[in-house]
């Protein structure tokens, strides 16, 4: 049986543990359509992926991590800052709900 995870759960992870902050902006990152990808900005209203505001830099960081770089302290602190917000997101995703 699958394991539900709660929306304070993702919260509490993405705050506290590298390795799911790591993969909840890759997460994000990969329901970007494609040509949100390539420009690395949002382009159209789905509901998932990067607002506007987040899209270059989270876009940025997201590549970073897939190219098997690791994140400096100060992109760990920018990316806990702003992927909280995308934690409804991260739920669905780990409940495989989407």
């Known amino acids: 049986m699958q394991r539900i995870w709660s929306l304070e759960e993702i919260r509490h992870k993405i705050a ?7 993969r909840g902006i890759i997460a994000i990152y990969k329901h970007q359509t494609e040509d949100e990808k390539r420009s690395r ?3 159209e209203p789905n509901g998932f992926g990067y607002n506007l505001k ?3 830099i989270m876009s940025t960081l997201a590549e970073h991590l897939l ?4 994140l400096s302290e100060q992109q760990r602190r920018i990316a806990r800052d702003r992927l909280s917000k995308y934690a409804r997101q991260l739920t669905k995703i780990a409940n495989r709900s989407v």
């Not at 190219?67 to 690791?70: A, D, K, Q």
């Open 16 to 22: 506290t543990n590298d390795t799911w902050l790591c």
């Open 54 to 56: 987040d899209s270059f």
């Open 67 to 70: 190219r098997g770089n690791t």
């Open 41 to 43: 900005t949002t382009s």
